[in-house]
């Protein structure tokens, strides 16, 4: 699979097959999959000129329809996956792994005081639920379910679910089994 762009490899976990571009381009009318389609844009061409500063204009102004505040900066593996769209907040200095889905609502925020001062670094394989918030310098990791409206301020080991506000850990081998689906 390491022929494949990451584009491909993000819409693969949609559709379970690779595509060809006129088959991305003809799944971009799903609002989800044509935002990560210009992010991905956005972070391919960053540091050339013009070419980074059109994808970036794009990006924003689907940010602003879309209700994602996802930045190019922002480190995110391949097979990224969003689950519904609008409202979602990500701090670009967030690093996330490969294979995970994000559901709408969820804030993934920068802690700017305290001992956990800083921003989560997300695992492979993680699942996190709507209205789920993920804050401060946080390592969550492989194969974690977060379920929706969680609030996470702690260390999640893998193999995880994690449920509530206040949040509880569970171990589970199997956590997202069932949830993450066409696995790059």
Same mark, same amino acid.
């Given at each position: 699979?390491? =022929? @494949?762009?990451?584009?491909?490899?993000?819409?693969?976990?949609?559709?379970? /097959?690779?595509?060809?571009?006129?088959?991305?381009? %003809?799944?971009?009318?799903?609002?989800?999959?044509? #935002?990560?389609?210009?992010?991905? /844009?956005? *972070?391919?061409?960053?540091?050339?000129? !013009?070419? +980074?500063? #059109?994808?970036?204009?794009?990006?924003?102004?689907? *940010?602003?329809? @879309? &209700?994602?505040?996802?930045?190019?900066?922002?480190?995110?593996?391949? +097979? #990224?996956?969003?689950?519904?769209? &609008? %409202?979602? $907040?990500?701090?670009? /200095? %967030?690093?996330?792994?490969? =294979?995970?889905?994000?559901? *709408?609502?969820?804030?993934?925020?920068?802690?700017?005081?305290?001992?956990?001062?800083?921003?989560? $670094?997300? &695992?492979?394989?993680?699942?996190?639920?709507? =209205?789920? $918030?993920?804050?401060?310098?946080?390592?969550?990791?492989?194969?974690?379910?977060?379920?929706?409206?969680? @609030?996470? =301020? !702690?260390?999640?080991?893998?193999?995880?679910? $994690?449920? +509530?506000?206040? %949040?509880?850990?569970?171990?589970?081998?199997?956590?997202?089994? &069932?949830?993450?689906?066409? /696995?790059?």
């Amino acid at each position: 699979m390491s =022929n @494949y762009t990451t584009i491909q490899k993000d819409f693969y976990r949609e559709s379970g /097959k690779m595509l060809s571009s006129p088959e991305i381009w %003809a799944k971009c009318i799903n609002p989800n999959l044509h #935002f990560i389609y210009i992010l991905r /844009k956005c *972070q391919q061409y960053r540091k050339k000129s !013009f070419l +980074g500063a #059109f994808w970036r204009l794009v990006l924003r102004h689907h *940010q602003i329809k @879309y &209700g994602f505040q996802i930045y190019p900066e922002t480190e995110i593996g391949e +097979g #990224f996956y969003l689950g519904h769209w &609008g %409202a979602l $907040v990500i701090n670009p /200095k %967030a690093k996330i792994g490969r =294979n995970c889905n994000i559901a *709408q609502g969820v804030t993934i925020a920068q802690a700017n005081r305290g001992k956990n001062e800083g921003v989560p $670094v997300i &695992g492979d394989e993680v699942w996190i639920g709507p =209205n789920a $918030v993920l804050v401060g310098k946080i390592s969550i990791g492989n194969n974690v379910l977060i379920a929706p409206n969680a @609030y996470v =301020n !702690f260390d999640v080991p893998a193999n995880s679910v $994690v449920i +509530g506000n206040p %949040a509880t850990i569970s171990s589970n081998t199997n956590a997202t089994l &069932g949830y993450i689906n066409n /696995k790059i």
